[in-house]
């Protein structure tokens, strides 16, 4: 048997399987990415529906740099703003929406995305409940964790992490002119 067919010819199979590959994961990325970014926004529109009801639609506020703040939207008819941030958590970046009526109380709060332990982080990030015990705080300045709204016991990286994402959802409202 010759050196083409023990070494040489499972090498080339190899390699020209490997590209049929590539070639397929990239055009049906190419295909689907679109699909995905706008079931992401309207997935996106939804929550800042649901946050602040009362709102007619929304615009995207330019101009606002504060770390770790991903979107500022105003409700077009000025019932109050939704900000989205991020923070680390336990198990990875938790990110929150944020709603403010026009005074700079808070109304309401949902983690869109986090990577938390099952069981006791992801009850900082899937328990509404705990989400609550930021309604109808002061947005005009920083929440501190153990004084203004309590830690959720057992989970105190993660619930660090949603007070860092408010907080900075706090920043974010105080900048905008």
């Not at 048997?1 to 023990?6: F, L, R, T, V």
């Not at 699909?35 to 529109?45: L, P, Q, S, V």
């Not at 938790?94 to 009850?123: L, R």
């Not at 947005?139 to 309590?150: M, S």
């Amino acid at each position: 048997m010759s050196n083409w067919n023990k070494v040489f010819k499972p090498i080339v199979v190899l390699c020209v399987i490997c590209i049929v590959i590539t070639g397929a994961l990239a055009a049906t990325n190419s295909a689907t990415a679109p699909i995905i970014k706008a079931a992401k926004e309207e997935a996106e529109r939804l929550a800042r529906m649901e946050l602040l009801p009362e709102a007619d639609n929304f615009t995207q506020v330019e101009g606002i740099a504060v770390e770790n703040v991903n979107a500022v939207y105003a409700a077009d008819n000025g019932t109050g703003y939704v900000i989205t941030s991020t923070a680390k958590g336990y198990g990875g970046t938790m990110t929150v929406m944020t709603s403010f009526d026009p005074n700079g109380t808070i109304k309401q709060m949902k983690v869109t995305e986090a990577a938390e332990t099952q069981g006791i982080g992801s009850n900082v990030a899937n328990n509404a409940a705990y989400w609550a015990n930021y309604a109808g705080k002061d947005g005009t300045a920083p929440l501190a964790l153990g004084t203004d709204v309590d830690a959720y016991a057992g989970a105190t990286i993660s619930s660090r992490a949603l007070n860092n994402a408010v907080n900075s959802a706090i920043a974010a409202y105080n900048a905008i002119p």
